[in-house]
């Protein structure tokens, strides 16, 4: 049962689910998610790639179309970088009414170092035209989304995907690209949200027009009503999660802690800007302490914080919120729109501290 809507969760959620699943609150204990934690967003079928016979093709509006194998992109410069991906839908649950899509909670993002080559240099190489507008990024995987059969693409500015810091990664967390993370090849757009880190890459078209593919004009857009064109999803909005202290039931998940001192770690991360602070509240929101932030990380990666809480016994609510250099700051809650994407309000989790023995 949805708890805001009142509305059962259908089996078409649940098979959403259950594919693409998040990454546990408690691997945020991590720095880099391990592989097998990090959240999954598939929208079709893992595509079956051969690495012998596969190209990446870069074409459209440039002087010489390449057509790259792996070991030519393995053979050019090697650059790593931990880069925090958030699903555009993260938080979707937590909206009302809710959006029937992907149904995630709070798990949907991971920080995981990509290694790979840098994307810029390839589309000067390729003699990128100066009248470029749109790059759009083709993958492998292919199927029909409202109606329009398709291979998932999705449209970068020309500007955007001039960045010196984007990459085309073949490895994560000093692996080969897992087959449900892209392989063999993904792109890494620091700071954005992650539809456009599009996997198991197969073509780069430069475009002197705007790219209309559906992943950019139907989908992934900010809308008021069904009707309205609304504007294109692009940076991750700030936030924090916290690890939730104590121990979980099995079902349903409420948590319980003795009391105590009890430090509560968590990350925080923006695509406009460093995080600056992340505030702590054990009382839902009404009071607010300053957290520790951890080292500064590397642009695109998310950033420690701990804050100690004195737990004393009953029910509390432990609230976590960000602001990034920007001036951003995460709202109490959520700024609802049509397809309930960039859900930044505040996490609450609610723990049960139990009595002095
Ligand atoms: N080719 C392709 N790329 C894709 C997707 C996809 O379905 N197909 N999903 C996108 C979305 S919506 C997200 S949130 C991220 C998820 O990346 P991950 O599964 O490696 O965490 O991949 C993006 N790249
Ligand atoms: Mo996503």
Same mark, same amino acid.
């Given at each position: 049962m949805d708890e805001t809507t009142g509305t059962l969760y259908g089996p078409e959620e649940l098979d959403l689910a259950a594919r693409n699943h998040a990454m546990p609150l408690e691997a945020l204990r991590y720095d880099l998610t391990p592989a097998g934690l990090h959240y999954?967003?598939?929208?079709?079928?893992?595509?079956?790639?051969?690495?012998?016979?596969?190209?990446?093709?870069?074409?459209?509006?440039?002087?010489?179309? /390449?057509?790259?194998?792996?070991?030519?992109?393995?053979?050019?410069?090697?650059?790593?970088?931990?880069?925090?991906?958030?699903?555009?839908?993260?938080?979707?649950?937590?909206?009302?009414?809710?959006?029937?899509?992907?149904?995630?909670?709070?798990?949907?993002?991971?920080?995981?170092?990509?290694?790979?080559?840098?994307?810029?240099?390839? /589309?000067?190489?390729?003699?990128?035209?100066?009248?470029?507008?749109?790059?759009?990024?083709?993958?492998?995987?292919?199927?029909?989304?409202?109606?329009?059969?398709?291979?998932?693409?999705?449209?970068?500015?020309?500007?955007?995907?001039?960045?010196?810091?984007?990459?085309?990664?073949?490895?994560?967390?000093?692996?080969?690209?897992?087959?449900?993370?892209?392989?063999? /090849?993904?792109?890494?757009?620091?700071?954005?949200?992650?539809?456009?880190?599009?996997?198991?890459?197969?073509?780069?078209?430069?475009?002197?027009?705007a790219f209309a593919g559906y992943q950019n004009v139907q989908s992934y857009r900010i809308r008021a009503a069904e009707d309205d064109p609304g504007r294109p999803i692009q940076r991750i909005q700030v936030r924090s999660l916290l690890l939730p202290p104590g121990h979980p039931t099995f079902q349903p998940r409420v948590r319980h802690a003795d009391p105590g001192r009890i430090e509560v770690r968590g990350r925080a991360w923006s695509g406009s800007g460093a995080i600056v602070n992340v505030a702590f509240s054990a009382d839902g929101g009404r009071t607010w302490i300053d957290s520790e932030l951890g080292p500064e990380p590397t642009p695109g990666a998310w950033r420690s914080w701990t804050a100690v809480w004195h737990a004393e016994p009953g029910e509390h609510e432990l609230c976590c919120r960000a602001t990034d250099a920007s001036g951003a700051t995460q709202p109490m809650e959520p700024d609802w729109n049509v397809g309930g994407y960039t859900n930044n309000a505040i996490q609450r989790v609610p723990v049960v501290v139990a009595a002095r023995r």
């Open positions: 999954l967003l598939i929208h079709y079928d893992i595509p079956d790639v051969d690495p012998a016979i596969w190209r990446l093709a870069v074409a459209g509006a440039v002087e010489t179309p /390449l057509s790259l194998s792996l070991e030519d992109l393995r053979a050019r410069p090697r650059v790593s970088a931990a880069v925090t991906l958030e699903c555009a839908g993260n938080g979707r649950t937590l909206m009302e009414p809710r959006a029937i899509s992907q149904p995630w909670a709070l798990g949907a993002v991971g920080n995981a170092e990509w290694t790979g080559t840098p994307l810029a240099p390839i /589309l000067r190489e390729a003699g990128m035209s100066p009248d470029a507008v749109d790059v759009a990024f083709a993958g492998s995987d292919h199927g029909l989304e409202g109606d329009i059969e398709q291979d998932y693409e999705r449209g970068l500015p020309a500007a955007e995907a001039l960045r010196e810091d984007l990459l085309l990664a073949y490895e994560m967390n000093g692996q080969p690209l897992p087959p449900q993370h892209g392989f063999p /090849l993904r792109l890494v757009v620091p700071g954005w949200y992650g539809m456009a880190h599009v996997k198991w890459l197969r073509q780069i078209r430069v475009l002197e027009e």
